[in-house]
């Protein structure tokens, strides 16, 4: 029998969001005249802001960290959105399992205002009961376990009647924690091979509604 709750990852999972983030660390870092400690790359997508631009500018311009935030999440509302498509599974798939009965939500490390964003971007907003980004609790959720465990305690689930789909090792950790199954999104950002035995769904998004059985 299919799992009648899905949680879904939303960066690298349901949209490739990597155009979007890194072309707005790059606008963001050259108008400050900052050159990157690191590259921009994929491996940036995932974690929160704060931490993602502390890396990218070292501790020796922590004064900036703030403003450089600031101004990143001015920046996304329009390079970022318009940059960011959805994979082309994506909505079908959605469609489907919504169509099949299965209740579905959203646990993202992305801000509220711009996953808002994308879901109207993509008319997407009637297929979950509820979205859960990481400023949408007062504290901000600490990290993405603490967040599907409020998720789970909520909506009254039962870690083992749902699936979380996400791409990254920390999705995968972050399920694991609270006895939630997980399903890997290998067309997303992680390296899966640096993490040998760990359960990973490598059929495409597609095909999502006949494994999950």
């Known amino acids: 029998m299919m799992h009648k709750t899905i949680i879904f990852d939303f960066d690298g999972t349901l949209i490739d969001s990597a155009p979007g983030i890194l072309a707005t660390y790059a606008a963001v870092l050259e108008e400050a005249r900052i050159t990157p400690l690191i590259e921009l790359d994929q491996s940036l997508i995932g974690p ?10 070292g501790l020796d311009n922590g004064a900036s960290l703030p403003l450089l935030v600031e101004r990143f999440k001015q920046l996304y509302g329009d390079i970022g959105i318009a ?10 798939t959605l469609a489907g399992l919504k169509n099949a009965g299965v209740t579905l939500y959203l646990a993202t490390n992305k801000r ?4 808002l964003s994308l879901l109207s971007k993509f008319n997407w907003h009637d297929f979950f ?10 504290p901000i959720f ?9 998720l789970l305690s909520a909506h009254n689930i039962q870690p083992t009647s749902a699936i979380y789909v996400g791409d990254t090792f920390g999705d995968f950790m972050a399920a694991t924690e609270n006895g939630i199954p997980f399903a890997a999104a290998l067309w997303g950002y992680e390296k ?3 993490h040998a035995g760990t359960p990973a769904m490598q059929q495409p998004l597609s095909a999502l509604s006949a494994l999950l059985t």
């Open 48 to 57: 929160p802001l704060g931490p993602t631009m502390q890396r990218l500018i």
């Open 83 to 92: 940059q960011t498509p959805a994979y082309s599974d994506a909505e079908s």
């Open 112 to 115: 509220a205002e711009p996953t």
């Open 129 to 138: 009961d509820d979205v859960y980004c990481i400023d949408s609790h007062e």
């Open 142 to 150: 600490a990290n993405k376990s603490a967040m599907l465990a409020t």
């Open 192 to 194: 899966w091979e640096m």
